[in-house]
């Protein structure tokens, strides 16, 4: 039992990574070359859609590290999944304090409502994403090594 869920909290944890990474490397990206009504637009939408399902997300996957760490407690390994733990506790402080409240704010913006400073806005929470994607890739390292 304590098998399956070492691999269902990593696959889970692994994907999540897996879609945070493609927005920061592939999704903005494509959204910042395309004509800035647009480009803004699909931001939009994508905070819509990924607000709606990423806190189920990171909080259902911070649940799973901590069964693991609690049920695989005199496991070799443990203390890193509990760091792992700790390193997801930090990503969603991060999301709660730095991100949401931009994310809130640009997922209502259109053409003929955003502020002047939008642009200026969306690069601080891309900043912020950057080190936030760097947190759950090494959460998920951790969990990995851990397996082993």
Do not use: C
């Amino acid at each position: 039992m304590l098998n399956t869920l070492e691999v269902v909290t990593t696959v889970v944890v692994g994907v999540m990574v897996g879609v945070e990474f493609s927005v920061a490397f592939v999704m903005n990206p494509i959204f910042n070359a395309l004509p800035e009504d647009s480009g803004q637009a699909g931001r939009a939408h994508g905070g819509r859609m990924l607000g709606a399902v990423m806190p189920f997300w990171y909080i259902g996957s911070l649940v799973l590290v901590a069964i693991w760490a609690v049920t695989g407690w005199q496991q070799d390994g443990a203390g890193l999944v509990v760091i792992g733990g700790a390193l997801l506790i930090i990503s969603v402080i991060m999301s709660i304090l730095l991100l949401v409240p931009i994310n809130n704010r640009s997922k209502t913006w259109t053409a003929e409502n955003r502020p002047a400073d939008w642009k200026q806005q969306t690069t601080r929470w891309d900043r912020y994403h950057y080190v936030r994607v760097a947190v759950i890739i090494a959460a998920f390292a951790l969990l990995v090594a851990a397996l082993a």
